[in-house]
């Protein structure tokens, strides 16, 4: 079956860095995604990545492994506005997009 | 720019009854997709239409119906809803099918008692 991994909840201070691991099995693959939703809010585009290797965005990162099945997101420089749940999803053969459970990622000052 | 409309915000609704939510987009996407988002779950895709005139089912589509007669418009209708049905739905759309971004809608809340 088809499966993405995150972990459910992460704890970071303010000014900090933290990483947010995504795993992932599905039947090929064609793409990875990240997504930020607010509590209460729609979810919202982050970042796309189809090749191996680190896009940077500004404070925020996207990592990827596509033999090791593998995605990090990389926040720097952690302000409390990025206190929201972060969402891995794969792009399989067919171009459906499978979504991981979301990382509720909480900032304290 | 308004982007993706959907109607009602939210909306408790008893067993057996029906109910549309509505989407609607001024984007000219030619995709649109509707998921349900429940707690400890991912996103799970309902119906989606790659353009208009076209409809396909999704991951979960019992119970549900779509239809696309137009390139803005993309109601969802439970035909006689049962409390699984309880979640938060979210339209989205997306200018083409192959790994383009996905702007979503505000959501919409429904409780089926």
């Known amino acids: 079956g088809q499966n993405i991994d995150q972990p459910t909840e992460m704890t970071a201070t303010e000014g900090a860095i933290v990483q947010i691991n995504c795993t992932y099995q599905?039947?090929?693959?064609?793409?990875l995604f990240w997504y930020q939703q607010h509590a209460g809010e729609a979810p919202t585009f982050l970042s796309y990545?189809?090749l191996d290797g680190l896009e940077e965005k500004g404070r925020f990162s996207s990592f990827l492994s596509r033999s090791k099945g593998y995605s990090y997101l990389l926040l720097k420089e952690l302000q409390m506005k990025d206190s929201a749940s972060y969402l891995c999803?794969?792009?399989?053969?067919?171009?459906?997009?499978?979504w991981g459970a979301g990382t509720k990622l909480i900032i304290k000052p | 720019t308004a982007g993706i409309t959907q109607a009602p915000t939210s909306q408790i609704l008893a067993a057996g009854r029906s109910m549309t939510l509505r989407c609607t987009q001024d984007?000219?996407?030619?995709?649109m997709y509707w998921y349900r988002q429940d707690l400890g779950l991912g996103l799970r895709l309902i119906h989606y239409?790659?353009?208009?005139?076209?409809?396909g089912k999704g991951e979960v589509p019992d119970g549900y119906s779509v239809s696309r007669a137009n390139t803005d418009d993309f109601p969802l209708t439970l035909a006689s809803a049962v409390p699984s049905q309880t979640s938060v739905y979210f339209c989205?759309?997306?200018?083409?099918?192959?790994?383009?971004?996905?702007?979503f809608g505000e959501g919409s809340r429904l409780t089926v008692l």
């Open positions: 989205a759309s997306s200018a083409g099918t192959s790994n383009e971004e996905l702007f």
């Open positions: 990545n189809v």
């Open positions: 984007m000219r996407h030619n995709a």
């Open positions: 599905t039947s090929g693959f064609n793409g």
């Open positions: 999803a794969v792009s399989d053969s067919n171009y459906q997009l499978i």
């Open positions: 239409s790659n353009t208009a005139g076209t409809t």
